[in-house]
């Protein structure tokens, strides 16, 4: 039995090779719908892993409240011309400490809440001086953003009551200060104070990509401090100090900051953004509605603050690239349902064609077994054939456009498998009526064909 069916292999395997150039048409088909799911997949794939590290570096179940900093009533006045508002600007002491306070003591649904202050400065080390991101935290940052330290410790009880002067920074800013040394206990030049290295983080991998979409920025090149430190030794806009009125009386006077440049508006929030974790996803949109109203009214109801959801935001564009995923799936397999159409129809001219050949096997004591394992046999050539070389311009095609184009793709195992699976199943299961017709043939009427 075995022999009998290396017999007809090697017949079909014959038949395929006299006609190379009509096999590799009946099978280009097959390629471009292989090659067409692998790199939709491998692309759809690189989209979907790049959705979830943007999850990672926006933190789970996290709600972020920005302040939004309005004009000032004389900027007001002077964009309509000098004309008198028509409506009193409202107070509001803006994003404060006191709001963490309230956040915390009022919602019993969140896990942790973070406060920060952001501040444009630069480092000075050994004549080096580039420009960075002061940044004041407390403990829950770290958590809350699933940043984990490298080396070194972290802020103390003590660091962070007393704002000693202390700092962790990231492993982009070692490798620039401290690439001979360890940075662990060395003083470094924040602005115009000297801060004592307690820790590193470790690297955090950020394409340019999320940097542009999530609005962050590269964390790897951040100085962080306890937020006592940056309030006492740094900036704390919650307090009216001389140099605030001095700037505030020069800006009223000129509109500008002195260079004949607008500065625009005065931020007056103590706070540049809160982070709040929630501890359920399901009561993410409610909490943030009651923090919305609580904030609200605590700014006597001023909406001077922006409250966001990243996850819910990515996780709706991970559904949008999901039903597009699958758009494209269909739109591959397509191709491949057309390839094996293609198939059937050159196996059914072929039977035609061949008929007397038909003819003479069968009255030479061919089975129709026979006659329809050879064009099985043909038509799965065709097929896995395409498959292959489908499953090797799909792999490239994924990889020129991720170079190309700077797009992550990801090809998976199950894709390869189950687009060449099916790449055979078509071959096997378009195959058939073609060989049911050869093999049916009558031998006499087919001897007689012209």
Same mark, same amino acid.
């Given at each position: 039995?075995?022999?009998?069916a ?12 006299a ?25 759809? *794939? ?24 309005e ?33 915390q ?11 920060e ?8 080390? *050994? ?11 407390q403990?829950d ?14 802020f ?20 620039r200060?401290f ?18 290295v307690?820790?590193?983080?470790e ?11 999530l ?43 002195? *260079? ?22 399901e ?5 943030a ?7 609200? $009214? $605590? ?41 094996g159409?293609?198939?059937? *129809? ?54 020129v ?10 090809i ?8 060449f699976?099916v790449?055979a199943?078509v ?7 073609p ?12 001897? $007689?064909?012209?």
């Open positions: 039995m075995k022999k009998i290396w017999a007809n292999f090697y017949i079909a395997l014959d038949a395929v090779l006609n190379k150039l009509r096999s590799v048409l009946t099978a280009l088909g097959i390629i471009f719908g292989v090659a067409a799911v692998i790199a939709m997949l491998a692309i759809g *794939n690189g989209a979907q892993q790049e959705i979830l590290e943007q999850i990672k570096l926006v933190g789970v179940n996290n709600i972020v409240i920005t302040p939004v900093v004009q000032s009533e004389e900027d007001l006045k002077g964009a309509s011309g000098g004309q008198q508002s028509a409506e009193k600007k409202k107070f509001s002491p803006g994003l404060t400490m006191l709001d963490v306070e309230s956040i003591n009022v919602l019993n649904t969140i896990s942790r809440i973070s406060p202050v952001i501040m444009d400065t630069y480092i000075i080390k *050994n004549g080096i001086r580039r420009s960075a991101k002061l940044v004041g935290v403990p940052y770290f958590n809350l953003t699933s940043f984990s330290l490298g080396s070194g410790s972290m103390n009880e003590q660091q962070l009551l007393k704002g000693e002067p202390v700092c962790i920074i990231g492993k982009g800013l070692q490798a200060f690439s001979q040394e360890d940075p662990i206990g060395k003083m470094l030049k924040v602005g115009p104070h000297w801060l004592k307690v820790g590193v983080m690297q955090r991998v950020i394409s340019e990509k999320s940097i542009e979409n609005g962050i920025r590269d964390y790897n090149m951040d100085v962080y401090t306890p937020l006592q430190t940056m309030f006492i030794r740094f900036k704390n806009r919650a307090l009216i100090t001389e140099n605030m009125i001095i700037e505030a009386s020069a800006r009223n006077r000129s509109g500008s900051d002195g *260079n004949g440049e607008n500065t625009g508006p005065t931020n007056y929030h103590q706070l540049d953004r809160i982070v709040v974790q929630v501890a359920e996803t009561k993410l949109n409610a909490t509605d009651v923090i919305a109203r609580m904030l609200e $009214r $605590r700014h006597f109801g001023m909406v001077d603050f922006e409250i966001t959801i990243p996850e819910l935001l990515l996780k709706q564009q991970q559904r949008t690239n999901q039903i597009f995923n699958i758009v494209l799936g269909a739109i591959a397999g397509i191709s491949l349902l057309v390839g159409i293609g198939i059937m *129809n050159i196996m059914l001219a072929s039977v035609m064609e061949r008929i007397k050949e038909i003819g003479l096997r069968l009255s030479i004591g061919a089975k129709k077994d026979d006659i329809i394992l050879q064009f099985l046999f043909e038509a799965m050539m065709i097929s896995v054939s395409g498959g292959i070389i489908g499953v090797i311009l799909g792999i490239s095609l994924a990889m456009v991720s170079h190309i184009a700077e797009i992550p793709t990801i998976s195992v199950s894709s390869v498998l189950i687009s699976g790449a199943t071959g096997l299961i378009f195959g058939i009526a060989a049911r017709k050869a093999a049916n043939q009558d031998p006499i009427t087919s001897l $007689r064909y012209e």
